[in-house]
Structures are given as C-alpha cells and as structure tokens.
C-alpha cells in the first residue's frame, strides 16, 4: 500500500483496485446465481414443494416465493447499507456473501410437502425471507466498492461490468449448475431430487468471503470522507437514514428509485422470466433450454460492460434514454416472435434470446454509477442500496402478476408484453426528470487512484 502524501484527506489507496472489482463483481454474480436458481428450478420446486391441480397456480405460488425474497431487500439494503456507510464497505462484504450463500444451501435441505405438509412451504418462504435480507445487504456493498476503488474514467465500464456482467456471469453460472446437475439427475430424477442440489451450489459464493476477507481492501471513498469527518472538528451532523427519505435527498431517492424500477422490469421480464418463457410458453427440451439461457447469459457480459462504458461517453442520462427508446419496440417484439417460434428451432430461439437478454440489460447497465453519484460518500451505500433493491423489488414483482393474470400458459406472451412496455415507458420519464450525473462523485470526495499503469507495475499513485 502507498501512502497517499497528495490527498486532501490524507488516505491511503490501494496500489491496484482489481480486487475490489473481482469482488464486486463476482460477489454480484453469486448473489444473482443464488437467487436466481429458483427460476431454473420452478417447476420441481412447484412440484414437491407447492403441490396444487393448476399448473399455473403452481408456477404464481413459486413466483410468490421469489417474490418474497425480493420484498425483503430493501429492508436488508437499508440495514446492511447503514453498516457499511459507518464502519465500511469490506467488513460487510464478507458477511452478506456468506449470509446468502449459506441461506440458499439450506433451502435444498426442506422436506417435500408430501412428506410434512404445510411445514414445507412455511420453511422455504422463511429461508427466501432471510436469503432477502442478505441479498439487499449484498447491493450495499457490491454497488459501492466496486465503483469507488476503481479511477474515474473506468467507474462506468464497472458499473456494466458489475452490474450487468455479474448479472450475466450469475446466470451463466445457474446455467453451467443446471445443465451438469440435469445430466447427473436425468428426466424425472431432476424433479424428485435434483433440483435440491442446484441450491446446494450456493456454498460455492460463500466461499467468496474468504477471497474478500484476505486480498479486498476497503474504499478508498470511505475513508476519505472519513478522515475527512475525523480532521473537520467543526463538521456538521452526520447525515441519516431519515435525510435519505425526506428532504433534498428524499426528492432524489423517489426519483432514484423509479429509474431502477423501470430498469429492474426489464431484467425480471426478460432474462429473468426466460428460462420459465423457454419451459412453459416455447416448451424448448430442458438440454436445449440450458445452453440457449448459458448463451443468452454470456452475450450479456458484454452487453452490459460496453454500454456501461458508453455512460462514460455520452452521459448516464443520455444513454439511458437512448437504449430505453429502442427497448419500447424491441422488447416487446421479440418476446412475441419467441413465443410463436418452433420450440425445435434452437438456433432462431439463441439468436432471439441473446437479442432480447442483450438489450433489456443494457438498459440497467448505467444505473448502478448513477445511482452511485447521486449521494454523497457518508450515505451511497445507504442511498444506491435502498434506490437500488427498492427499484427492482417492483420489477421483481411483475413477472408474479403476469403469471397470476394469465389463465393458461398461452396468454402469459400477451400479459408479457404489455407489462415490459409499461415497465420501459416508466424508465423513459423517470431518466428524462433526472440530471445528468457524470463526475458528481468529485463534487463529493477528491481522492488520488493509481493510473492504468499503475495498475500493471504497482507504482505510486497519480492524482486524477
């Protein structure tokens, strides 16, 4: 570590941010890959633990489960948010990875209900009720450390990278456990049994708080601002929970808070929905459907990264704007042209669905940054958390409505679309209110990073 001579606060930074960023984004990519199993496993899980005659039925009461995990986030994005903006951002890191690790794993432990009936699924919402809470602690600290440690002509490739390429890296991760497990547990094996070892995986991302525990060190944002706290001995009251909520903070957390909602619907009906859409409205052969959602999920890597980075060209604002007018068509017609594709069609299908998942993710792709640079360092976990989880708990929820409102699986494509086009169009007026945010970090906390080549040959920090 090289000390920071240069710095008005007086920090040290780390010679190189590539940890920080690693955990970031990887620690994304399991929080995701945990919460996202259900989706690969909707069926089973409907079927051993939330047993009724309509197949629909069956499917919303998953979904509701799900859902349940997602109410819960902004309460653990405010709980574990407040701790990381008071005692740092790597302390909690380590234990919301493990949290949520930990919570999955244990719900492939839970009886069926043929074995003790109602305890069944009063177990498993319980255990989504605490995998929720760890989750939204998990955006406090990804969302944050990531983007802090990193110099700022790279803070909006990292927000894509960490925000749509973990979301990538997660699922592509889900797919890579449900092909291999499908493969172990063939046919009606994977119903009986199978399934619970997809979410024995999530032992696999707590594992990563081991990694965030030895090598990450804490932002360099944070303990600027404060030593800067620490050496203004005339330094005004601490902001709170309550600043976020009500006042000039309050105007931008309600604002904040529909753009991420309007970006989370385009997730959750899209990639999120996908590997439902490919088993119950395209019925594509579950070998198939795992390869298609592994491509689907790595294109958006790239996708996510690259307008990420475009953020930092054009503006967040501008950008946002740009790829949610496209989306407005796009989204909507291409989950058409799926549902009425030949289900044997595998190539149509992949091209289609790393279209679809290539767009809806883009949109979010600036969103993390953005959010990031509308707080100041004292309450951006706090704020990006709770504007964040806030966000894409309403998103979360559509795909359950969409489910409920349909009475066959055949009228799921039509409720669909009409949802993702609400959905865009809310995340159309909410970008357009909103300022133009790129840089504001600096009107926040002045930090020296090391430069690109600094990272490579570990030498002395250069002021930006």
């Known amino acids: 570590m090289n000390s920071n001579k240069s710095s008005p606060v007086g920090t040290e930074v780390s010679g190189s941010p590539l940890a920080a960023a690693f955990a970031s984004v990887m620690g994304w990519a399991f929080d995701l890959f945990d919460l996202f199993i259900l989706l690969y496993v909707a069926g089973p899980v409907g079927h051993q633990i939330f047993p009724v005659k309509s197949e629909t039925l069956s499917l919303a009461l998953v979904f509701i489960s799900f859902a349940v995990s997602i109410l819960m986030r902004p309460g653990g994005a405010a709980i574990f948010g407040s701790f990381a903006d008071r005692m740092g951002r790597k302390r909690i890191m380590v234990i919301v990875f493990a949290g949520v690790g930990v919570s999955t794993a244990v719900m492939g432990l839970v009886p069926s209900y043929a074995a003790v009936g109602m305890v069944a699924p009063v177990l498993f919402l319980a255990l989504r009720v605490i995998q929720g809470i760890f989750v939204g602690g998990v955006t406090a600290v990804t969302h944050t450390l990531g983007t802090e440690s990193v110099p700022a002509r790279y803070r909006g490739l990292m927000s894509g990278l960490i925000g749509g390429g973990g979301a990538g890296i997660g699922a592509a991760l889900a797919s890579i456990a449900f092909i291999t497990i499908s493969a172990i547990y063939p046919g009606p094996a994977f119903i009986e049994t199978g399934w619970r070892y997809m979410f024995a995986t999530g032992l696999l991302g707590a594992l990563l708080s081991l990694f965030v525990l030895r090598k990450v060190e804490e932002s360099p944002l944070w303990l600027a601002a404060k030593n800067a706290k620490v050496s203004d001995k005339q330094a005004s009251k601490p902001l709170s929970f309550k600043d976020l909520l009500s006042g000039r903070y309050g105007r931008i957390t309600v604002l904040n808070i529909a753009v991420a909602a309007g970006a989370g619907a385009q997730y959750y009906l899209t990639s999120g929905f996908l590997p439902t859409y490919l088993d119950v409205v395209t019925p594509v052969p579950r070998d198939d459907r795992g390869w298609i959602l592994l491509g689907a999920s790595l294109i958006v890597v790239l996708a996510a990264t690259s307008a990420g980075h475009l953020s ?23 989950l058409l042209v799926i549902a009425r594709t030949d289900p044997g069609a595998t ?32 309450i951006r976990s706090r704020g990006t958390a709770v504007s964040w989880n806030t966000g894409f708990m309403l998103g979360g929820l559509l795909p359950t409505f969409v489910t409920l409102l349909s009475p066959t699986t055949a009228d799921i494509p039509g409720r669909l679309m009409i949802f993702i086009a609400g959905a865009v169009l809310v995340f159309i007026i909410a970008a357009a209110r909103s300022p133009e945010t790129r840089g504001a970090i600096e009107q926040h906390a002045t930090v020296t990073f090391p430069s690109a080549a600094t990272i490579e040959e570990g030498t002395n920090a250069k002021p930006l």
Do not use: K
């Not at 930092?312 to 291409?334: F, K, S, Y």
């Not at 289609?352 to 949109?363: E, I």
């Open 347 to 378: 190539v149509t299908i992949l091209i289609l669905c790393c279209l679809l998942a290539t767009l809806s993710n883009a949109a979010y792709a600036p969103v993390m940054i953005f959010l990031n640079e509308r707080y100041p360092t004292e």
């Open 312 to 334: 930092e060209r054009l503006g967040r604002r501008r950008t946002m704007l740009m790829i949610g007018t496209i989306n407005l068509v796009a989204l909507p017609v291409i």
